[in-house]
């Protein structure tokens, strides 16, 4: 009898890219979070327990980093007698809807990540106050949760990773703490996914964050989504509500405007950005790969990948410095950029040349 790896093989393809940026300038959707997981980590638990191969289907010019990165095919043939499972990927086709169900999406993991991982927490958290059932809380491997802080699982379960560090903070779940996260003199309210390696205090809601987001400080930051090595700088904060409370509008690249029909949403921020003290980003902001926003006050709600400036006053962010400046920011954590990562990040500089001139060109960079 054949066996089912010989018979098909999970096809993790991308959907949707263009609706995803500039979260997906520098990734696959399939490697975006909701929950606690990305659908490529969903395929591969479904492979190790089906023993089936997996296949990936993504844009040409991210295919050498995903096989890096990965180890997995990118963008081959299979042989003819193997039948393509398509893998269910993104439970949204827009990033706003993914946030506005972000508190389901984690409660809806919960059983899924129990199976896959072991539950540790003691049976009494000295100095600990718990609203709510025990029971709803994961603690995993070498996570620890210092005396003063409050897990209310009342409304939904909390997940911390193993090796995490909860310090003098207040978790409201639904929410998700990744691999070895810092969480201090937080708090995090429903909906809140943070992956691995992310330093986060002040107030985070309904907000995903894919991976080594630092936000040590006090700041709003809300129905967000940032990428990798993003750093909010003390008291940034991001709107996520108009005054009148109405739709917001998404500046999805220079000539898209789109209705999001949304009523809540912050930002979305692109890879390795760098948001300065005590800005302030405006409801439904897309801030691209490679920024560095400083000078206070507040930020245009559109600004491109590798653009340098604050109060009006905007540049160019010179490839050449911004690199040496995420090589300096991986070496403080024992991090290393990948060619192949590196080879991304210059392509979407070429990319979005067009885009930068445009909006150099404003006589004004106010907010709208």
């Known amino acids: 009898m054949l066996s089912i790896r010989s018979l098909s093989m999970l096809i993790v393809a991308e959907e949707n890219p263009e609706n995803f940026l500039p979260l997906s300038l520098t990734r696959a959707t399939f490697e975006l979070r909701y929950g606690a997981l ?3 980590d969903r395929a591969l638990i479904v492979a190790r327990e089906t023993g089936q191969e997996i296949g990936l289907r993504a844009r040409a010019e991210l295919a050498e980093y995903l096989r890096a990165k990965t180890g997995l095919p990118v963008n081959e043939d299979i042989p003819e007698d193997t039948e393509e499972i398509i ?6 086709p827009t990033p706003w809807e993914i946030l506005a169900h972000s508190d ?3 409660s809806a993991d919960w059983d899924l990540w129990n199976r896959d991982h ?5 049976k009494r958290l000295a ?3 718990i609203i709510g059932h025990a029971s709803d809380i994961f603690i995993g491997e070498r996570a620890v949760v210092q005396p003063g802080c409050v897990l209310d699982s009342s409304a939904g379960p909390i997940i911390i990773a193993a090796g995490a560090v909860i310090k003098y903070s207040q978790i409201q779940g639904p929410v998700f703490i990744g691999v070895n996260c810092i969480v201090d003199g937080a708090r995090l309210r429903p909906g809140t996914s943070l992956g691995p390696h992310c330093k986060v205090g002040g107030e985070v809601s309904a907000t995903i964050f894919q991976s080594r987001v630092n936000k040590a400080h006090e700041g709003f930051v809300g129905h967000s989504w940032a990428g990798r090595w993003v750093n909010f700088g003390a008291l940034a904060t ?3 509500l108009k005054n009148t409370y109405g739709k917001i509008r998404y500046q999805r690249d220079a000539s898209t405007l789109i209705e999001t029909g949304a009523q809540f949403l912050g930002s ?18 897309n801030i691209g790969v490679g920024c560095n926003l400083f000078g206070g006050g507040v930020a245009p709600k559109y600004i491109p990948s590798f653009s340098w400036g604050g109060n009006c006053d905007w540049q160019e962010h010179d490839l050449e410095l911004c690199l040496k400046t995420v090589h300096t920011t991986l070496s403080r954590r024992n991090a290393r950029l990948r060619p192949s990562s590196e080879t991304v990040l ?3 500089f070429a990319q979005t040349c067009g885009e930068r001139e445009q909006f150099l060109m404003k006589p004004t960079y106010a907010a709208v």
């Open 268 to 285: 979305l921020i692109g890879d390795h950005t760098k948001i300065g003290i005590g800005q302030l980003l405006s409801t439904g902001s």
């Open 38 to 40: 990305c659908p490529l």
């Open 104 to 106: 389901k999406l984690i």
């Open 346 to 348: 210059r392509d979407v």
């Open 238 to 240: 991001t709107s996520n």
């Open 87 to 92: 893998f269910d990927g993104l439970p949204f």
């Open 118 to 122: 072991r539950n540790l927490r003691p």
């Open 127 to 129: 100095g600990v106050h």
